[in-house]
């Protein structure tokens, strides 16, 4: 391993801490733990700083590429260890790997070891650890070489590969799953009662303890030797730490299918290249590991390399990194280094690899407080909008806010399917037993779900009437093609989106896992027996097949335009203006039937067609 350098030395503690923080350390470690220390940071000064940074620094994707370091020797080299040559190694890495920075276990308070081993032995104890099966690039599914679970702010979420990971509170909780403002009587009483365990409830406090120390720890880091070095001077981005992905990976030991590097021929993989997406631009990212059961001490090693940008693959020109780094180790990778530097895990020959990795996720629409507050939002607006005769036959501008509204809820239900409940239920039965905290959320987007279905199915009823007699049911004659327009377009987004999660239930990696981890059926999604479209609308739901309630909407629509533009027609005595009327309404209702982009789309590809005619 490389030595420390005079920088850290001089900058450092023996115990880690920087020198000005000193006189709080006895007050943090009060009753041998680190305390929980809140975020002084403002919702309106993140978004201020967030606007700045894109402002000067611009966005993750136009980071230009790190300096290039030129290697010595006449055949380069294609990855550099501090064994090796520590020399070049040291070189490389204060050139072209100016974010990356790593800490010693003694150069960390005893303190913050104590309560990540205390939190990985209470996760394990508790079983906490799953596979994951994701989907790359939208092609088969695969299972994760390693376990993990995520813990962070209460309601926090983590989606990569197609999978949305459902995090655990380190800190208590109040009734809406917030965090808790108020002090407990008893800390961690709120995640027993939501159920769960005593010694997982330690565990995860543990971490949210140590989360506030490394939050603390980097960005004191970042002032000193980052914030200097950056233009313009100062401005960083984050290291307010709001979630953690901690693994647990086995050795090549212990899990002899782990595939090979190959792109630098480093050895066994876990954790393959990859940068951390989903996550704040400019944020940074604190790594902590433990190793169980090695009587290696450097064999677990974590790769890094450089990218051409942030946007472009591996700079051929510049060697790849490996840092071997041993027990109780923490390294950062800080501001844009995950922009264009992308990192591995080279698996160790022995032991057990526990990794806590402390990110900045974006906020948004990845938590439960984001999607609870917008499902509220539309339920509560549509008490505005009554879809009787007197909504339908408003103004033009109240109808037009109107339909703004429908096709926002019809949205909004795709986002509450797919991007919540689908993924909630995907991962398992024993995935939901662990995850005591969001049965409740689950249960609210469920009974959400099923409010704006209802919702739907009345309109879906008050449209099919209107395409049969325009009398007794006077939409707006302008606006209410609108109207089927927004349930043809989001029902068929919807239903494209049901096939691919169907093909993706019925994939065979599923019959090769447990049962307790395979996908288990969603009662308000996955429903059972075959019903009639009239059927289904009669008990206020939409068959799970939207391709039947499609077809049929645009045949109300087709019946529509046809009673709007074309009734006064058929009333027509002459022999010839009849042929002509029934003439004129086939087109009608054939034109009726498309929604009016797709109108748009038909009248160009006709002009296009004359064109080259």
């Known amino acids: ?53 894109k402002k000067h620094r611009g966005v993750a994707a136009n980071t230009p590429a790190p300096p290039i370091w030129k ?55 508790g079983d906490l650890f799953l596979y ?26 983590y989606k990569y ?54 939050t603390e720890r980097s ?39 782990l595939k090979n590097e190959m792109a630098y021929n480093m050895g066994k993989i876990s954790v393959g290249w990859h940068r951390d997406s989903g996550l704040k631009d400019f944020s940074s990212i604190a790594v902590y590991q433990t190793l169980k059961d090695t009587a290696t001490a450097n064999s677990w090693g974590v790769a890094i390399r450089a990218m051409d940008g942030g946007t472009g693959g591996p700079l051929a020109s510049v060697p790849a990194l490996l840092v071997p780094l041993p027990s109780g180790s923490l390294y950062y990778m800080f501001d844009d280094f995950n922009h264009n530097h992308e990192h591995a895990v080279i698996a160790g020959s022995d032991g057990v690899r526990y990794s806590s990795t402390h990110r900045v996720a974006r906020e948004g629409a ?29 103004s033009k501008k109240t109808f037009e806010k109107f339909v703004a509204h429908v096709r926002l809820q019809q949205l909004l239900m795709n986002e509450v399917e797919f991007e919540w409940l689908r993924q909630w239920y995907v991962q398992g039965s024993k995935h939901a037993s662990l995850h005591p905290y969001w049965h409740q959320p689950i249960e609210v987007l469920c009974d959400s779900y099923s409010n ?18 325009n009398k007794t049911e006077t939409f707006n004659t302008e606006l209410s093609e609108d109207l089927f327009d927004v349930f043809i377009e989001t029902l068929t987004e919807r239903s494209n989106q049901r096939s691919g999660w169907t093909a993706r239930y019925r994939d065979p990696i599923f019959g090769e896992i447990p049962a307790d981890e395979r996908p288990f059926p ?38 529509f335009v046809v009673l709007k533009e074309g009734g006064d027609e058929q009333n027509t005595d002459s022999a010839r203006n009849d042929t002509i009327a029934k003439s004129k309404k086939r087109k009608k209702s054939s034109k009726g039937s498309l929604t009016r982009k797709e109108q748009k789309r038909v009248a160009s590809n006709w002009q296009q067609l004359k064109a080259k005619i």
């Open 71 to 125: 290697d010595t020797k006449p055949t380069p080299r294609a990855f550099l260890t501090p064994q090796e040559d520590p020399k070049a190694f040291d070189s490389c890495l204060k050139t072209s790997y100016t974010g990356f920075r790593y800490d010693s276990p003694s150069a960390l308070p005893s303190t913050l070891h104590g309560e990540f081993e205390s939190s990985f032995d209470g996760m394990d104890a």
């Open 219 to 257: 960005n004191t880091m970042l002032k000193k030797f980052v914030a200097p070095n950056v233009q313009p001077p100062g401005l960083v981005g984050s290291a307010e730490y709001n979630l953690t992905l901690v693994n647990k990976m086995a050795s090549t030991t212990m899990k002899r299918d």
């Open 1 to 53: 391993m490389a030595k420390k350098r005079k920088s850290d030395k001089n900058t450092w503690q023996k115990d880690g801490l920087p020198p000005e923080k000193k006189s709080g350390k006895r007050k943090r470690e009060k009753e041998g733990q680190l305390q929980l220390l809140p975020s002084a940071a403002s919702t309106d000064a993140v978004k201020n700083k967030a606007s700045i940074l």
């Open 366 to 394: 990845g938590t439960w407080q984001y999607i609870r507050d917008k499902t509220k939002q539309v339920l509560d607006a549509s008490t505005k909008f009554n879809s009787s005769e007197k909504t339908c036959q408003a």
């Open 132 to 157: 994951d099966t994701v989907q790359p690039g939208k092609k088969r599914l695969t299972r994760t070489s390693v376990t993990r679970t995520l813990v962070g702010d209460p309601g926090s979420t």
């Open 452 to 469: 704006m279905e209802q919702r739907s199915v009345d309109l879906l009823v008050r449209m099919k009437r209107a395409s049969h007699d």
């Open 522 to 559: 969603c009662p308000l999604l996955d429903r059972t027996g075959d019903m009639t479209l009239d059927e289904s609308l009669k008990k206020g739901q939409m068959p799970e097949d939207l391709e039947n309630v499609i077809a049929k909407l645009r045949e109300w629509r087709s019946a």
């Open 161 to 214: 590969l197609g999978l949305r990971l459902f995090s655990h509170p380190w800190t208590d909780v109040d009734k809406d799953g917030n965090m808790q403002s108020k002090e407990q009587k008893r800390v961690g009483s709120t995640l027993h009662k939501l159920g769960y365990s005593e010694k997982t409830t330690s565990a995860l406090l543990a971490m949210g303890r140590a989360n506030a120390y490394l």
